[in-house]
């Protein structure tokens, strides 16, 4: 898998997508979590294409990798949410709505996923390939569902419609226009 798959996945290419300096703007760990969320989707997405081919190692280590990078965003997730606590969507009317709906479809699909991929490990573990196959038509497309709309309500949350910079609003020289 190469830098550019991944680059292409996320939406970051140069001259497209978001710029470098609007992501160092946000909270590290927010920006490390939606490129961690498309970082799995791209896992998830080669490594079906590698088991459809029938390279079952391929996937295998495809489908690990992507185990331990939702592992680490999970992690990350947690302590973002511990330090910086709610972030507020500004967006309003219909755009709201849409981002609602997304983040409560996220949400409820995302506390599935951990079992769900904790299941599929230990199946393919203890070798039992039906019930692996068998749930991961299921499992698939619910992590590549919350992957996706993980990097969704990033780019919603703090790209599109951003709220107030914490720093600026705190600093007194921007406070009183200087």
Do not use: E, K
């Amino acid at each position: 898998m190469s830098g550019a798959a991944i680059s292409a996945a996320v939406g970051w290419l140069p001259g497209g997508g978001v710029p470098v300096a609007a992501l160092l703007a946000v909270h590290p760990l927010a920006a490390l979590n939606a490129l961690l969320n498309g970082l799995a989707t791209v896992l998830l997405v080669t490594g079906w294409m590698a088991i459809a081919r029938g390279q079952w190692r391929v996937h295998r280590n495809l489908m690990v990798a992507a185990f331990a990078v939702s592992t680490v965003f999970l992690v990350s997730y947690l302590t973002y949410h511990a330090l910086v606590g709610h972030v507020p969507f500004q967006g309003t009317g219909v755009v709201r709505t849409v981002y609602l709906t997304i983040l409560a479809t996220h949400v409820v699909l995302a506390a599935f996923v951990p079992l769900l991929a904790v299941a599929m490990v230990l199946l393919a573990w203890r070798g039992r390939w039906q019930a692996h196959r068998r749930l991961g038509r299921i499992t698939l497309p619910v992590w590549l569902y919350v992957s996706v709309t993980g990097v969704v309500i990033y780019l919603m949350l703090y790209q599109l419609f951003p709220g107030p910079d914490p720093a600026a609003a705190a600093s007194p020289a921007v406070a009183s226009g200087i």
